[in-house]
């Protein structure tokens, strides 16, 4: 039988629940299950799909919003960190060049949650890509570290032309669709 007593004092207890917090668990535990049944690699596949996608609606909202059919260069890096800071991440230019543009991070959007579930990087790298290559009609994401994998914070550099450099690094490749 329910007490009045205890459903009364429920909402006052201290349980970390609120919905973004629950929604972060629930991707860690989702990337958790498909790293555990595929390994690593496939689940950066999947999740990469998923990213593709939300780097093709986050590029049209700010496109939509900005009044442009495409982003300028000049725009692209405060794109990135715009949207990583509406999502509470801490990304910032590093370094920007013609060819290339540094990001690191100090602060995940998944927060503690993404420690361990390196498939998850997979969103910032996808994301990055995918309004990278809309803008310049290229793009090569080598995520070089990452919370995820224990470092202290994150660094991303973002190729913008297929070069030497970018054809030597470990990355993903992106090209405007």
């Not at 442009?68 to 800071?85: F, I, M, N, P, S």
């Not at 470990?170 to 669709?177: C, F, I, Q, S, T």
């Amino acid at each position: 039988m329910k007490s009045a007593h205890a459903s009364a004092t429920l909402g006052e207890l201290e349980i970390p629940l609120e919905r973004d917090v629950f929604l972060r668990s629930l991707l860690r535990h989702l990337a958790g299950a498909i790293e555990d049944v595929v390994g690593t690699d496939e689940a950066s596949g999947f999740i990469s799909i998923v990213g593709m996608r939300m780097g093709e609606e986050l590029g049209n909202s700010y496109r939509d919003a900005l009044g442009v059919a495409r982003l300028d260069r000049e725009t692209l890096a405060a794109v990135l960190v715009d949207l990583k800071r509406r999502i509470q991440g801490d990304f910032f230019v590093v370094e920007e060049r013609p060819d290339r543009i540094v990001f690191g991070n100090h602060r995940c959007p998944f927060g503690d949650k993404v420690i361990g579930r390196p498939s998850l990087c997979m969103m910032t790298s996808n994301v990055f890509g995918a309004i990278a290559a809309d803008t310049v009609g290229y793009a090569k994401v080598a995520i070089e570290s990452a919370i995820a994998r224990g470092d202290a914070g994150c660094r991303v550099v973002v190729h913008l032309e297929p070069t030497a450099e970018s054809g030597a690094v470990e990355g993903r490749e992106y090209v405007r669709r």
